[in-house]
C-alpha cells in the first residue's frame, strides 16, 4: 500500500470553478499535512498545510483533513489558468523508523479559460 | 529572506567526472533535505540533515555523497554517475523535520 494517495487526473474545470484534488494516506500516525503546486520543468511550492482536524483557508485555497478518514483535500475556488499546474499532496510518516515525507504522485489540473 | 539557492541551475557530466551541488538558505532553518525527481514523479527522498548531523540516507548509492558544511550550507558531491542519475534535483529547508519545507529551484543534472 502506497504511503499517499492521489488520482493523477488529469483534471479540468473551467475557469472561476471550484477545483477540488483529494488526497488518501496510509499512515494513522501522521501529523503534518501539506499541498504543494508544481509547474512544469520548475520546483514543488508550498500553498498550504494543515495540522488539525477540519479546514484551513488561505485566500482561494482551502485545505481539509479528516484523520478518522485519512484524508485530505484542496479545494481551489475560481480557479484560474494560472492554477493550471501538477498539485503534490505529502505527509509525514514515521514508517520508516523517522519523519520522512511522503509525497503522492500528484494530480495535474488545467483551468480552462 | 525566505529563499532556498541552489547552483548550478543546470550540470552537464560525464561518468567520469566530478561534480557538485550546492544549496544555501538563510532562513534560520534546522533541517536540509536533497530530493531526486524523474519527469512526471514526485520527489523521492535522498539524504536529511538535521541539525547539521546526517539523519537519514535513503539507500542512496555511494556514487552520491552529501557534506553539511555548517547550518546554511549543503552540498551533494557527484562521482561517476550513471545515465539513470540524469534528473532534477531539489534541495528543501524546514525548521524542523516536522515543519513546512521549502524547496530551492533545483538542479537539472544530465549525465552523458
Known amino acids: 500500500q502506497k504511503e499517499v494517495e492521489q488520482n493523477s487526473g488529469p483534471l479540468s474545470v473551467p475557469e472561476g470553478a471550484i477545483a477540488s484534488l483529494n488526497c488518501t494516506y496510509s499512515?494513522?500516525?501522521?501529523?503534518?499535512f501539506f499541498w504543494y503546486r508544481q509547474y512544469s520543468g520548475k520546483s514543488p511550492e508550498l500553498i498550504m498545510f494543515i495540522y488539525s482536524n477540519g479546514d484551513k483557508e488561505d485566500g482561494r485555497f482551502t485545505a481539509q483533513l479528516n484523520k478518522a478518514s485519512q484524508y485530505v483535500s484542496l479545494l481551489i475556488r475560481d480557479s484560474q489558468p494560472s492554477d493550471s499546474a501538477t498539485y503534490l499532496c505529502a505527509v509525514n510518516s514515521f514508517k520508516t523508523g523517522a519523519n520522512n515525507l511522503f509525497f503522492g504522485t500528484g494530480t495535474r489540473l488545467t483551468v480552462i479559460p | 529572506d525566505t529563499e532556498v539557492t541552489q547552483t548550478p541551475k543546470h550540470l552537464v557530466m560525464g561518468m567520469t567526472n566530478k561534480k557538485s551541488l550546492k544549496c544555501e538558505q538563510h532562513m534560520g532553518h534546522r533541517a536540509m533535505y536533497w530530493y531526486k525527481q524523474k519527469a512526471k514523479k514526485p520527489p523521492e527522498l535522498m539524504f536529511v540533515?538535521?541539525?547539521?548531523?546526517?539523519?537519514i540516507n535513503e539507500s542512496v548509492p555511494s556514487r552520491f555523497s552529501p557534506e553539511c558544511p555548517n547550518s546554511s550550507l549543503l552540498n551533494l558531491h557527484l562521482h561517476a554517475l550513471q545515465p539513470e542519475d540524469s534528473a532534477l534535483y531539489l534541495c528543501?529547508?524546514?525548521?524542523?523535520?516536522?515543519?513546512?519545507?521549502?524547496f530551492g529551484p533545483g538542479t537539472r543534472l544530465t549525465v552523458l
Open positions: 499512515d494513522r500516525g501522521s501529523q503534518s
Open positions: 528543501a529547508s524546514s525548521q524542523g523535520t516536522y515543519n513546512e519545507q521549502f
Open positions: 540533515y538535521s541539525y547539521e548531523k546526517l539523519s
